[in-house]
């Protein structure tokens, strides 16, 4: 006799609704999500008043199930997820497996073979994807697991998926000043820690270090700042993420850079009141999907 494995909700860290969503017309918003080994995050913005009206957070998956399987038990019973109607739908995909290039090398078709020289890519379990940065000259490669893919597809068809960086590169992008000095910009999530370094609105490094434990976390950011000839006592970075004031991790980092600051939400943007109790340093990328068109 077989058995099925029924995959049940995760639990949710954070419902936050504003009462000027309006469920019964969704074509005046967008949703926006990010889904990886963190959990999902989902959160809705009002298309006229650029606005965040809603955001939800979900534990992080169980081990053994996918982020398919938890994003499809949640879409059983939940006000937002699965929808139709949305006026545009952003996935943000975080994992290791992506590449930048410059625009014009790009070609498509290419994706598989490009992504290879950095990822092991899986045909049988991967699908791949770009997307091109607008303003910024960069196309990004990445792989995401076919049954996410899948699933975005059928339940969004009009919708995009990017990576994670893309929203990070397109957020700091967006609040940089052309000219300003090099700076490192840190956005940590589960294990893993996204590096990105910008000259004014140039982005001259970026890439995904897997970490187990605070010194490893600053082993490569001061890695990376001396390949770029930047100095822990004198430049800034700047820190999005999950972590508190009173983290290891953040103990470590401030322990060894001494110009150190927690990063805004992006720019030219609102925020509903029911965000406050929010740190603004959290949901970076998730806010910064509305910048990805």
Known sequence: ??????????????????????????????????????????????????????????????????????????????????RAGWNRVRLAVQNRAFTLLPAPLFRA????????????????????HHYTHPGLDITSLFAVDTSLSSWFRNAYPAGRLVHQTSALLQGVAHQSEQGSPRRIYLSIGQQEVTLLAMNGKQPEFCNVFPFSTPEDLIYYTILVMQELQLNPDQDMVMVWGDLMHDSELFTILRKYIRNLRFGNRPFDLSYSYRLNDLFEYRYFELYALHLCE
């Open 109 to 128: 078709g290419d994706e598989a073979a490009c992504l290879k020289l950095h990822h092991a890519l899986d045909p049988q379990r991967e699908s791949v």
């Open 1 to 82: 006799m077989s058995t099925v494995t029924v995959t049940m909700p995760p639990a949710a860290l954070h419902r936050l609704r504003d009462e000027t969503l309006d469920l019964d017309n969704l074509a005046a918003y967008n949703l926006y999500l990010t889904a990886g080994p963190a959990g999902l995050r989902l959160g809705v913005a009002d298309v006229r008043r650029n606005k965040f009206v809603a955001l939800d957070e979900y534990t992080a998956p169980e081990a053994g199930v996918s982020v398919a399987q938890q994003i499809i038990a949640l879409t059983t019973d939940h006000d937002l997820l699965g």
